[in-house]
C-alpha cells in the first residue's frame, strides 16, 4: 500500500505513522493520495490504531480503515 502513496505525501504520512505506533497518539490519521489502478490519483483518508501492545516489541495488533 505504502508504495501508492503520492511522493510527496509519503513524509507526512510516515511521520504520522511513527508517532502513532511509537505511542504518542491515540490514534493515526492522515489524508493523502494515493494512485489507482488506473493510474489516477484519489485522494484518501487512513485511519488505524493500535488494539494491542506487546511492551517489549512494540505493537502486536492493529486496526486500519480507509
Do not use: C
Request: glycine share 10%; no cysteine; hydrophobic share 30%.
Amino acid at each position: 500500500w505504502g508504495e501508492r502513496v503520492h511522493p510527496d505525501d509519503q513524509p507526512r504520512r510516515q511521520a504520522l505513522l511513527k508517532q502513532h505506533l511509537s505511542g504518542a497518539s491515540a490514534l493515526y490519521e492522515n489524508t493523502h493520495r494515493v494512485r489507482t489502478s488506473t493510474g489516477d490519483w484519489r485522494w484518501v483518508q487512513e485511519r488505524g490504531r493500535v488494539v494491542e501492545r506487546e511492551f517489549a516489541d512494540g505493537p502486536s495488533g492493529a486496526i486500519r480503515v480507509m
